[in-house]
Each structure stands twice: as structure tokens, then as C-alpha cells.
T-cell receptor
Framework: GENVEQHPSTLSVQEGDSAVIKCTYSDSASNYFPWYKQELGKGPQLIIDIRSNVGEKKDQRIAVTLNKTAKHFSLHITETQPEDSAVYFCAASIRGGYQKVTFGTGTKLQVIP | GAVVSQHPSRVICKSGTSVKIECRSLDFQATTMFWYRQFPKKSLMLMATSNEGSKATYEQGVEKDKFLINHASLTLSTLTVTSAHPEDSSFYIC????????????FGSGTRLTVV
């Protein structure tokens, strides 16, 4: 089955700096890669996703890149703000049917004011 | 956007009793719902996948007689923790998937279960 690894497990940045979280996946059939933000005591919220037919996607301060050959994908947050502090999970899934999502182990991001 | 409502958000129950958690898709038809368990500071662990009108598919190591899942309609799935024990205390989260053309999965807000 799919295996998703995520690094780093914790990340502290100064407000205004950029944060980068990296993930790798094992199943070359995976073609959908969402990123979730989870605040304490709440369910994960989708913040951005990318499909395998594109290499990069951007939404304001958040961007995701995908390297299918290397099976790497990354989340980039620019101009970080204290409210970006949360746990971020990457995930991988296969298009079609009722495929399940495999999650990474999570990154706790702390933005220091 | 897609909204999934999960209820209750918190529940405390006595050992040996059963607890039901509901997951509803409010503005879309959820053909598939997923139930996860999350331990403190850990990732989400998939427990089971349920498709409307059929039996749930449980992940290896998850007791189907203990964690009963019912997906009777396209907008409602329930997870019942039977004969709860303190080790069942955890954060349970559902997610729902609708239109096949949208690969997104929408999560509920989670249920904190404490068994005393």
C-alpha cells in the first residue's frame, strides 16, 4: 500500500518568514495530493491540493509543488502569520473509485510573533 | 463549499456502555465516508471505509464488532463504539467524499471520546 513520509515533524519560524514542509510517497499510482491544516481539537481542513497532471499550484500565500519522478511534494507558506500555527498533514490518494487517503505523520508549525 | 457535520464534539461515557457518533454531509451526497482515529500528537489512522448501502470495509487490526459503522443514506454515517473501554478514549474523525470528479475529502470537526 501507499506510504507517505513527512518532514520535519516540528518547525518553528519567525513571523514573516517562509515555511516549507516536504513529503514523499511510495505508490506511483497516487495522483491526488491534498494538504490539511489541523488546529487543536478540530478536524483537518483542506488548504490546498494538487493533481498529478500539474507541477505547481498557488493560492495566495500557500503553494504546493509536485515532482512525480522523485515522488516528492512540498507545501510552501510565505509571509507566515501567527494564525498559521497548527499541525499540517500531507496526504496521497489514487483517483477514482472509493480510494482512501494516506496521511503523512504531520508537521507542527509554530510561527513566532 | 462541502460541509460535514460531526456530532457530538465531546462525549464522556462509562466503561461497558456504547456511544454513537454521527457524521452528516450537509450540502452534498457522500458516496463514501471514512472514519479515522487520532491519538495525541499523531497522524490520522484510518479505521474503516463505508459506502452507502453496503457493509463497511475495516482496516487491518480494527475490530468490526466493536466499532460498528452504518452508512444508511447518502448523507449520514454513524460509528458506534460498543462496550467501551478506557483504551477506546481517543479523537474520532469522519470524512466524506462526494462527486467522483472532485477528489477532495471533507472532514468533520471530530469527536473527543473519553471512557471512564
Amino acid at each position: 500500500g501507499e506510504n507517505v513520509e513527512q518532514h520535519p515533524s516540528t518547525l518553528s519560524v519567525q513571523e514573516g518568514d517562509s515555511a516549507v514542509i516536504k513529503c514523499t510517497y511510495s505508490d506511483s499510482a497516487s495522483n491526488y495530493f491534498p494538504w490539511y491544516k489541523q488546529e487543536l481539537g478540530k478536524g483537518p481542513q483542506l488548504i490546498i491540493d494538487i493533481r498529478s497532471n500539474v507541477g505547481e499550484k498557488k493560492d495566495q500565500r500557500i503553494a504546493v509543488t509536485l515532482n512525480k519522478t522523485a515522488k516528492h511534494f512540498s507545501l510552501h507558506i510565505t509571509e507566515t502569520q501567527p494564525e498559521d500555527s497548527a499541525v499540517y498533514f500531507c496526504a496521497a490518494s489514487i483517483r477514482g473509485g472509493y480510494q482512501k487517503v494516506t496521511f503523512g505523520t504531520g508537521t507542527k508549525l509554530q510561527v513566532i510573533p | 463549499g462541502a460541509v460535514v457535520s460531526q456530532h457530538p464534539s465531546r462525549v464522556i461515557c462509562k466503561s461497558g456502555t456504547s456511544v454513537k457518533i454521527e457524521c452528516r454531509s450537509l450540502d452534498f451526497q457522500a458516496t463514501t465516508m471514512f472514519w479515522y482515529r487520532q491519538f495525541p500528537k499523531k497522524s490520522l489512522m484510518l479505521m474503516a471505509t463505508s459506502n452507502e448501502g453496503s457493509k463497511a470495509t475495516y482496516e487491518q487490526g480494527v475490530e468490526k464488532d466493536k466499532f460498528l459503522i452504518n452508512h444508511a443514506s447518502l448523507t449520514l454515517s454513524t460509528l458506534t463504539v460498543t462496550s467501551a473501554h478506557p483504551e477506546d478514549s481517543s479523537f474520532y474523525i469522519c470524512s466524506a467524499r462526494g462527486d467522483r470528479r472532485n477528489y477532495g475529502y471533507t472532514f468533520g470537526s471530530g469527536t473527543r471520546l473519553t471512557v471512564v
